[in-house]
């Protein structure tokens, strides 16, 4: 899931730097918001800006945000009761849920659905290979920096695509996930010891590669592949930077 699509919406046709300046925008947004109301808010834009920018469909939306769903739930309810309050909802023994603790524990739970789901927006809308173009070229960000950020974005899909074949290594062999709470645990180690082997495989190879390519020999590098266009994101990353700066100070009137 986490990996780069081909596509021809808005935002694939945005250069990545813009898509970087509209991402700075809204993570400043969600450390701004306060309430549960405004982070729903914020939440529903970003949704709609996957949906009708990048192209995501819902269900994709929805897949994405239940792989942050096993860590934002128990950390809301953790919040939920550990956070004082003075407006009691409602009590059940030694447990007091207060509208206090409710509004941060929604607050800091949809803050973490916001920025995931725009990094994943930005992932799924980014060639890695523009992003280094980019990095390189426009910014002159030392190349070994910004070809380290693109081997981290490529390796993701590929360990995905790793444990989808071992687990498939595993069944055929007659091995798959057993019952009970033991063997599930071994069938988990066993599971994360050969991504971990195939990992380091793959590691070793990309290593002697760039090595006999001559990767960092020279100051500089060359690239066949050409930048992308900064005109319409020029103007995306102005209109987000312009909004951002409205809201912020929007925000401290309405106190969201």
């Known amino acids: 899931m986490i990996a780069y699509h081909q596509g ?5 046709r945005t250069d990545p730097l813009s898509k970087l300046v509209l991402l700075f925008c809204i993570a400043l947004l969600t450390m701004r918001l306060h309430s549960s109301l405004g982070q729903a808010l914020l939440l529903g834009i970003v949704a709609l800006m996957a949906r009708w920018g990048a192209g995501m469909s819902w269900e994709k939306q929805a897949k994405a945000l239940a792989l942050l769903a096993g860590f934002a739930v128990p950390f809301f309810l953790v919040t939920l009761l550990t956070v004082p309050g003075e407006q009691v909802l409602t009590e059940w023994g030694l447990l007091r849920f207060t509208l206090e603790a409710f509004d941060t524990a929604g607050s800091v739970t949809l803050r973490m659905f916001t920025v995931f789901l725009s990094s994943y927006v930005f992932m799924f809308t ?21 070809f380290g950020l693109s081997m981290a974005l490529t390796f993701l899909p590929l360990l995905q695509e790793e444990g989808k074949s071992i687990s498939a290594a595993h069944q055929v ?28 495989r793959r590691i070793q190879q990309t290593a002697g590669a760039m090595e006999a390519k001559g990767f960092g020999a020279y100051p500089d590098r060359t690239f066949l592949r050409t930048a992308m266009s900064m005109r319409k994101g020029r103007i995306i990353a102005l209109v987000a930077v312009a909004l951002t700066v409205w809201l912020w100070w929007y925000i401290q009137i309405v106190n969201l």
């Not at 021809?8 to 694939?12: A, G, I, T, Y």
């Not at 599930?184 to 180690?189: N, P, V």
């Open 8 to 12: 021809k919406s808005q935002l694939h």
């Open 126 to 146: 980014t060639d890695p290979r523009d992003m280094v173009l980019s990095l390189t070229v426009r910014l002159r960000v030392p190349y070994r920096f910004a």
């Open 173 to 200: 062999r007659g091995q798959g996930k057993p019952d009970g709470l033991r063997g599930k645990l071994e069938w988990g180690r066993m599971f994360a010891s050969a991504v971990v082997h195939n990992s380091l």
